[in-house]
């Protein structure tokens, strides 16, 4: 018998990303097998994002042109995964009958057995020639159980289930207790719920032993890891280190921090553990204090520069990364010269620009939308130009350096291959060695791009036989 076959797509953040591979491992389990692309899939599935507008818009443009499919293809199983099948479950169940599963992000354990019984349902309708169609709401198990690889009803994750041989995402936490006033994640993802260390370096030594040698921890709030987990000695630092001991991991990194628990513990252990990547994603969201407070950040523009003085002076070497909302209501002109002046003080490495968009059910979404369209495209080119400027001076230093770099697969820029550094830097150079991919290689930089860098491979086979001098690598 031919094995049922499932196209996903995954939007939003790395944490979908994660969930969409467990989704997998889970359909891989009970026998479904990916389709080549989504036409040929007898089951589509969506994981969705609701922490933008844009993320919301595509989805709905995607279930439209599965509306057309399903006329043609009654049988044809789709389902809505994910954030915003959380936010918008009645109206996806009333209003979207070709719609068949509603999983929001704390029932993917059962999510085989969901599938299954769509299947049979459809499969059944089909053959009465039935026209009516029944949903089906899920209730399973905490996405949490559904990490830790636990049997029964949640996800046993299956290490080999992932995009990128020597590359993995492993959760480390679900949920966020924090009280921005912008985020609709405390809302579809629940509160916060941490795993005990020694399920995530169990976890982490399986993907090593799979041939893994980088991995990114994800929370939502990452750096607040261990906060519920009451007697254990559980933080993010105590993680770190223990995970620090697997000896075939060469680079660990994690990701998204939060300003309020940066540490001393957590900068000493950055500071002190050579795998960890070196580069630190710390979204401060806005340079003004008005704007902080309205967002419910927790701390102030000085603080967050005192924070970042802290890690500078035990880590120099780490770059830093941050998001930023222009736009937010009642952010006025001098408001958003503020946010500029904090990207130019600090010098961040990367920046992420957002334009500000109500989200249902948060506080802000209570606020007038008042600072008009226009003017928010406006301020999101501003600070994307001048985030453009500090990125690429920092790329042109690197040329003529030689840096370590983590071969990921075929390049955007034509005839190369593109890898990552410890430092996240995107540099792209000629090859056409296939086996290079999951590897590690130096790479003299030759020029650098607007958000990443050219290069030339060096001598492969000296730098893994340990003739090439470590100190001409950069990290």
Avoid at 80 to 104: I, K, N, T
Avoid at 121 to 135: G, H, I
Avoid at 404 to 424: I, N
Wanted: proline content about 5%.
């Amino acid at each position: 018998m031919t094995a049922t076959t499932y196209h996903l797509t995954s939007y939003g953040c790395q944490m979908n990303k994660l969930d969409s591979e467990l989704v997998e491992s889970k359909l891989q389990q009970r026998g479904y097998r990916p389709a080549a692309d989504e036409a040929a899939a007898q089951v589509v599935l969506i994981n969705t994002c609701s922490v933008r507008q844009h993320a919301e818009d595509r989805v709905w443009s995607k279930l439209g042109k599965l509306r057309l499919r399903k006329k043609e293809e009654p049988g044809l199983v789709v389902g809505v995964l994910g954030c915003m099948a959380q936010e918008h479950r009645r109206y996806l169940l009333s209003r979207m009958p070709h719609v068949d599963l509603v999983v929001g992000p704390s029932a993917f354990g059962d999510i085989d057995a969901t599938v299954a019984a769509a299947i049979a349902r459809n499969q059944e309708l089909v053959s009465s020639r039935e026209p009516a169609r029944t949903k089906h709401q899920v209730v399973g198990a905490s996405m949490l159980a559904v990490d830790q690889g636990v049997s029964g009803d949640t996800i046993f994750r299956d290490v080999r289930v992932r995009p990128h041989r020597s590359q993995a995402f492993v959760s480390v936490m679900r949920g966020c207790n924090m009280p921005c006033s912008y985020c609709i994640v405390p809302t579809t993802r629940g509160d916060e719920v941490s795993r005990p260390v020694a399920s995530i370096v169990e976890e982490c030594q399986r993907l090593c032993d799979d041939g893994v040698t980088e991995i990114t921890l994800l929370g939502q709030t990452v750096n607040a890891y261990g906060r519920d987990l009451t007697g254990q000695n559980a933080s993010l630092a105590v993680l770190l280190r223990a995970l620090h001991e697997i000896p075939a991991l060469r680079r660990l990194a994690f990701i998204t921090s939060h300003p309020n628990f940066l540490s001393p513990d957590l900068v000493a252990a950055i500071a002190e553990l050579p795998k960890v990547a070196r580069y630190l994603h710390l979204p401060a969201q806005s340079g003004s204090n008005a704007v902080l407070k309205a967002m419910r950040r927790g701390y102030t523009v000085e603080r967050y520069l005192a924070r970042l003085e802290q890690l500078r002076e035990r880590a120099p070497d780490v770059e830093l990364h941050s998001d930023f909302i222009v736009g937010y209501p009642g952010e006025t002109v001098a408001d958003f010269q503020a946010t500029v002046d904090l990207v130019r003080r600090v010098g961040f490495a990367q920046s992420y620009v957002f334009q500000y968009s109500p989200r249902p059910g948060t506080a802000a979404a209570e606020l007038p939308d008042d600072v008009p369209r226009a003017e928010k495209e406006r301020r999101n080119q501003e600070l994307l130009a001048v985030q453009g400027e500090l990125t690429l001076a920092k790329n042109q230093a690197l040329v003529g350096q030689v840096v370590e770099v983590l071969v990921e697969g075929d390049s955007k820029v034509d005839g190369r291959y593109s890898g990552r550094t410890a430092h996240h830097r995107l540099v792209h150079f000629p090859t056409q060695d296939r086996e290079l991919i999951g590897t590690y290689v130096p790479v003299r930089v030759t020029a650098a791009l607007a958000h990443s860098c050219l290069g030339e491979l060096l001598g492969h086979d000296a730098h893994q036989e340990g003739r090439l001098d470590r100190a001409e690598v950069h990290t």
